[in-house]
């Protein structure tokens, strides 16, 4: 991580840079998810597999930021609020983008980012309790995107609608482990 903020530290541009770079990845990854439907057949694993790619750049941005935030020693408040912020945006546009190409049914997406959606309230409200739930779970917004990117990989009928169950079943479990781990702070 050192190296990584030592390269993209030298360059000019704050981690909040990093951070839209990556969230606009993640858009550009809900557009190529949501338009694949309506390309042909023959194109439409090529659509999901750069959507997946874009994904992973979305989320290689995602670690950035923050190697270069501790690199340059500018880790802020506002910072860590804006990536955070835009994190959840680029997950919701994401998972809606696989539902409008068709790619998940709309009740398994839905379920899906409610319960995201509350992993990461959960470690909000504990934070404003003072409870740090920083590697707590086993299922980050980091593994829900690799599994979905992974599924994208795979030329399966129905392999991104199996990768959204897994994501919803290991957001459940770290629901849970959050949320026992903060009542028994508490």
Partial sequence: MTKTGLFFG?????????????FFAAICSAILYSISNIIGIDSQFNF???AACMLLISGFFDIVDGCVAR???????????????????????ILTGVTIGSLSDP???????????MVSYVRARAESLQ???KGIGIGERAE???????ASFIPI????????????????????QRVLYVTKRL
């Fill in 71 to 93: 690199y340059k020693q500018k880790v802020t408040k506002r910072g860590a609020f804006i990536d955070s912020t835009l994190d959840k945006l680029a997950e919701f546009a």
């Fill in 131 to 133: 409870i740090d739930l």
């Fill in 157 to 176: 009928s129905y392999s991104i609608q199996i990768g959204i169950i897994l994501i919803i079943i290991i957001s459940v479990i770290t629901l849970t």
């Fill in 107 to 117: 009740i398994i997406s839905i379920l899906a980012i409610s319960i995201s959606f």
């Fill in 48 to 50: 999901i597999v750069v």
């Fill in 10 to 22: 030298s360059i000019e541009a704050s981690p909040t840079v990093w951070t839209v770079v990556g």
């Fill in 144 to 150: 829900r995107m690799i599994i979905l990117a992974i």
